[in-house]
């Protein structure tokens, strides 16, 4: 299984961003998926994550309200659409897949891992 994600770029303060998965080498509705971010010098930090359905989801306090995880199973995307986003939101994104699909919530479970895509919010 292979991860690749992508629409970062550089925004302003408020801006919004549409952040995009696409998971290749095998079936989405198989995985739990998850976004995390890393933002330089600090640790990766769980984001969101959604369970195989798309009907179950987990947010960390810092986003939660601000984005939105969702998935297309039928055509193997993840997406995390950022709303308002700040400074603070600056990092790279990486998607994450989860092999126990009801198991969202098992920040632990995440360990196929893509490439991120950066985003940088300006002040």
């Known amino acids: 299984v292979q991860l690749q994600a992508s629409g970062g770029g550089v925004v302003q303060t408020g801006a919004s961003l549409l952040l995009s998965c696409n998971l290749s080498?095998?079936?989405?509705?198989?995985?739990?998926m998850g976004w995390f971010r890393q933002a330089p010098g600090r640790e990766r930090e769980f984001v969101a994550s959604?369970?195989?359905?798309?009907?179950?989801?987990h947010y960390a306090d810092s986003v939660k309200g601000r984005f939105t995880i969702s998935r297309d199973n039928a055509k193997n995307m993840v997406y995390l659409r950022m709303g308002s986003l700040r400074p603070g939101d600056t990092a790279d994104y990486l998607c994450?897949?989860?092999?126990?699909?009801?198991?969202?919530?098992?920040?632990?479970?995440?360990?196929?891992w893509g490439q991120g895509t950066l985003v940088t919010v300006s002040s």
């Open positions: 994450a897949a989860n092999p126990h699909p009801y198991d969202h919530r098992n920040i632990d479970g995440f360990n196929t």
């Open positions: 080498g095998g079936t989405l509705s198989s995985f739990a």
């Open positions: 959604i369970d195989w359905s798309g009907t179950m989801t």
